[in-house]
């Protein structure tokens, strides 16, 4: 585990396996996420531990949302959906 402070500058060329990715994005206070199942239960343990999640509002790709229709559960209330004016 690191153990100086974790900034994006650290991750530029970041190529350590999956699970590591995870266990460091956990260790962040909030997220702003991908449209992915990986980055979602990142969210997810932040969001339980009380951090903030911003998402994108798309949930599948274009291909999957005509195949299997928008799931609008796919992300939970609390969690912020990105706008323009967000920032």
């Given at each position: 585990f690191p153990s100086h402070d974790i900034h994006a500058?650290?991750?530029?060329?970041?190529?350590?396996?999956a699970w590591e990715h995870y266990i460091?994005?956990?260790?962040c206070d909030n997220i702003i996420i991908s449209a992915s199942t990986f980055s979602w239960w990142t969210a997810w343990k932040i969001h339980q531990k009380g951090g903030i999640v911003i998402?994108?509002?798309?949930?599948?790709?274009?291909a999957g949302e005509k195949e299997f229709g928008i799931n609008r559960d796919y992300y939970p209330e609390a969690?912020?959906?990105?706008?323009?004016?967000?920032?």
């Open positions: 500058d650290n991750f530029k060329h970041y190529h350590n396996p460091l994005g956990c260790e998402h994108s509002g798309k949930n599948l790709s274009k969690w912020i959906k990105y706008d323009k004016g967000l920032i």
